[in-house]
């Protein structure tokens, strides 16, 4: 039984059988355990079997060890995205993704949830700060503490009785668990339900192997028959023959007396025997593992039945990923999302990216389509538009989508999130990426500072009208622009969408704008009430974000910024003039926005100031 030793350290070692996990309990009234279960106060609950056997089995036993990297091979290979109808959280998660570098940690946390059921991700960092990392903790030294409706409470993690219990609050750890039975705290694993089949196995395998060392050779044995009738012989006799026989070289030849006969041991072909219950127990663990074997390398089966078992495979791929991205999404995308202050908007963990054969496929398609000429202008320009991102084309976003899209974005915009991909020869601007993975930037603190900057005497001051004059113009009077600015307070904590603010500023009654001559007579008409609630929410939330923008980089010591211009056909040349211009952090205020409707921002930049042309 010594084959086990290379799989486990304690006594349990020479134990073949597997006590299964805690029973389920009748759920009553949400009650899901009572007294009963094995509950250590202090930890939290019992693990239903000990890690260390799937973790032994994972690192010794080939078969265990290419299923499991097979399921995570096809699970993680093909990549993953993040998809949001907030383009603000696409970007922080995002660049959070980059910075922990989440696509090598979700390998290994998928792989050990597999393996042993469970595994425990801590998310570092306070509550309601932006988490600082992620790290994978021991499986076997995690406990889960719940209360007897099943809510879990805190985890602890045991190193060994002398070092104190570590505790963690539920929002510090990820726990993925796969195979999870009824409502228990822990996930069973794909392994568990083959260990006592491996250890069949395992056992087998070192018969066979005992039997091949010891009987390499046939081994042969002698027949000793008396001389005379009913009279055997001596044990002398016996014991020199056996010493004859010790002694023999293989250049001597036998001479044997017509009493002895010599005999042959013959094993026949011992693996051949062992093949048989090889094949059983390994059929059973590909049961439980359910991998196909054609995948393993192993199995000669139709192509049809191969298809089929490569179907219910890609289903199974798909089932795990579902319990995979559910953790991530809750557990750790949330997190950060409420840590930046976007605390309702929600982000969507995508699986798969599609391989070069897929992509040409689909650009054939798109490209057959795109020859019909019955073909109507909306599809048409849906499947151009498909096609330049597939062929990975820079164009420009059509004007009346475009338009479209940014009415409807939640804001404020992150600091950037227009900025086109160029670099400068002489500074290195400090992008959206860098920004926001540097620990200076937080949405949450940014939007914060927008609120400051709404809360100030400059905030709506182009509005407000400061004698009888203006106010007959169409400029507007001091408690309708308090009701403005709460409104936008509002809005941006909020997240409203341009088409909301201006909807929430119409109803205000802002009246026409008209021009002021110098002798006091009102000129010709700037804006109607019709249009100018949209103008005066466009252009104020872009002053708005900019400005609270400017005091967050004033506060984190940024003394330069980069001008940026929206690349589209939309941007007008006096904003593209300026886009790529340096400016100091006190030049910069009161810049943005350069006229109505204005969509140009400030990014901060950092760059030796001996090497920096400012642009005018």
Same mark, same amino acid.
């Given at each position: ?108 946390? #998928? ?152 005999? #042959? ?88 990216? $599609? ?123 001091? /408690? ?74 004033? /506060? /984190? ?35 943005? $926005? ?23």
């Amino acid at each position: 039984m010594g084959f086990w030793n290379k799989f486990l350290k304690k006594e349990e070692k020479y134990s073949y059988i597997i006590s299964a996990g805690a029973p389920l309990k009748e759920q009553f009234k949400g009650i899901i355990y009572e007294d009963t279960f094995k509950i250590n106060k202090d930890i939290g609950e019992e693990h239903p079997f000990d890690f260390r056997l799937a973790q032994g089995l994972y690192k010794g036993f080939p078969l265990i060890f290419g299923a499991i990297d097979k399921i995570v091979d096809f699970a993680v290979g093909p990549g993953f995205y993040i998809k949001s109808k907030d383009p603000r959280a696409e970007k922080i998660i995002n660049d959070f993704i980059l910075e922990v570098e989440f696509d090598s940690i979700l390998r290994g946390w #998928m792989k050990e949830a597999l393996n042993c059921g469970n595994s425990f991700m801590e998310i570092g960092g306070g509550k309601n700060k932006v988490p600082e990392g992620l790290k994978i903790l021991p499986v076997n030294e995690m406990f889960v503490k719940r209360d007897k409706f099943g809510e879990v409470l805190e985890y602890s993690q045991v190193k060994n009785k002398i070092t104190k219990n570590v505790p963690f609050n539920s929002f510090e750890i990820a726990h993925l668990k796969y195979n999870v039975v009824g409502s228990e705290a822990y996930g069973m694993g794909i392994v568990y339900p083959c260990l006592d089949v491996t250890n069949k196995l395992l056992k087998a395998q070192h018969d066979m192997q005992m039997l091949l060392e010891r009987k390499a050779n046939n081994p042969f044995f002698l027949l000793v028959e008396s001389d005379v009738k009913g009279i055997m012989p001596s044990q002398r006799d016996l014991d020199d023959l056996r010493d004859r026989i010790t002694s023999l070289k293989n250049n001597q030849e036998w001479v044997l007396g017509p009493n002895i006969n010599p005999m #042959m041991l013959d094993f026949g072909n011992i693996s051949d025997k062992f093949q048989t219950p090889f094949k059983h127990y390994e059929d059973l663990i590909f049961f439980a593992l359910q991998v196909p074997e054609v995948l393993m390398g192993r199995g000669s089966i139709p192509e049809g039945l191969a298809t089929v078992q490569m179907e219910a495979f890609q289903r199974r791929i798909q089932s795990i990923q579902a319990e995979t991205e559910k953790v991530i999404e809750q557990k750790i995308f949330k997190r950060v999302l409420d840590a930046n202050g976007l605390v309702n908007v929600h982000v969507e963990f995508e699986w798969g990216q $599609p391989s070069n054969e897929d992509t040409r496929k689909e650009i054939e398609k798109i490209t057959l389509l795109l020859q019909n000429p019955m073909l109507g202008q909306s599809l048409r320009i849906a499947l151009e538009s498909r096609l330049s991102l597939l062929m990975k084309l820079e164009i420009m976003e059509n004007p009346e989508i475009e338009k479209k899209r940014e009415l409807e974005e939640p804001q404020p915009r992150v600091p950037g999130q227009n900025k086109p991909e160029h670099l400068h020869e002489l500074y290195r601007d400090y992008s959206l990426e860098e920004w926001i993975n540097n620990e200076s930037f937080n949405f949450k603190d940014y939007l914060k500072y927008i609120q400051t900057y709404l809360s100030s005497e400059e905030a709506l001051k182009d509005l407000t009208a400061t004698n009888e004059l203006e106010l007959k113009a169409g400029k507007l009077p001091s /408690e309708q622009i308090n009701s403005i600015k709460d409104i936008l307070k509002n809005a941006f904590k909020r997240g409203y969408s341009i088409n909301k603010i201006s909807e929430a500023i119409d109803n205000t009654g802002v009246p026409d704008l008209f021009e002021l001559k110098e002798d006091g007579s009102l000129g010709k008409l700037l804006l109607s009430s019709e249009t100018r609630p949209d103008v005066i929410a466009r252009t104020e939330t872009i002053r708005a974000s900019n400005e609270g923008a400017l005091l967050q980089f004033t /506060e /984190e010591d940024v003394e330069l910024v980069e001008w940026i211009a929206t690349p589209s056909e939309r941007t007008c040349p006096l904003c593209l003039s300026r886009d790529g211009n340096i400016l100091k952090i006190s030049e910069a205020s009161g810049e943005i $926005p350069l006229h109505p409707n204005c969509r140009c921002s400030f990014i901060p930049v950092i760059a030796e100031k001996s090497k920096i042309k400012r642009r005018e």
